[in-house]
């Protein structure tokens, strides 16, 4: 069975650290991996995609990595802002799951100011 | 450029009762693939439809079904609601098919059903 888990499960950091967020999967089967940030009670952002040819993805202060032979990958965000104070999940198609995105359980970041 | 659109926001409805929610995908998209949220199971894919079709589906009952128009848009049903269909239901909508394209999500229908 095909997973996506998450670690940590919550993180609390002080304003200005930069920090690491992971994602492992358990098939390197993939078309891609997907970054979403959730505000409460709202809908998926879409932060990053990564092609399963692609070794990382940068955008503004994020940057993701995807190891496919080891089934990780790490989302870097630099210079944390209270802002960035969210729910991030990752989202892996495998091929043989017909493309639907399987989530992990996602780690939810506080921001301190 | 309009982003994934779902209505209603907010939905009550009473056990045994059927709902209907919508999705209108970001224009040129033909996939719109449905998944629900709860606090213990995390975000479950429901379904997908592209181009009028049932392309895949995930493993709930059948009291949940969905169309596609020629429009893209996508609509979902749960008939005979039970207490624990209540969720956050969340549109995505891609390119093409789900996986090979970013998908992008609305804001979801949160349905509380008492």
């Known amino acids: 069975k095909q997973e996506v888990t998450q670690i940590p499960a919550a993180l609390s950091v002080p304003e200005g650290e930069n920090l690491v967020l992971n994602c492992s999967f358990t098939?390197?089967?993939?078309?891609?991996l997907q970054w979403f940030r959730q505000d409460p009670g709202k809908g998926l952002t879409s932060l990053l995609l990564i092609q399963s040819s692609q070794r990382e993805q940068t955008s503004g202060r994020l940057n993701a990595s995807l190891d496919k032979s080891s089934g990780r990958s790490t989302l870097y965000i630099a210079a944390s802002q209270p802002g960035d104070s969210a729910t991030y999940l990752c989202?892996?198609?495998?091929?043989?799951?017909?493309?639907?995105?399987?989530f992990g359980q996602g780690t939810e970041l506080s921001v301190k100011p | 450029k309009a982003g994934v659109t779902q209505t209603p926001r907010y939905l009550i409805k009473t056990r045994g009762q059927q709902v209907t929610l919508s999705c209108s995908p970001i224009s040129g998209h033909r996939s719109v693939s449905w998944y629900q949220q709860t606090p213990g199971q995390g975000l479950q894919f429901l379904f997908e439809?592209?181009?009028?079709?049932?392309?895949n589906k995930g493993n709930f009952p059948g009291r949940f079904s969905g169309r596609q128009f020629s429009n893209s848009r996508s609509e979902m049903n749960v008939s005979t609601l039970e207490l624990g269909d209540s969720a956050l239901y969340l549109c995505a909508s891609s390119l093409s098919v789900s996986g090979a394209t970013e998908a992008f999500f609305g804001q979801g229908t949160r349905l509380t059903v008492v």
């Open positions: 989202a892996v198609p495998f091929y043989n799951q017909g493309g639907k995105l399987i």
């Open positions: 439809y592209f181009s009028e079709t049932q392309r």
């Open positions: 098939d390197s089967a993939i078309y891609n």
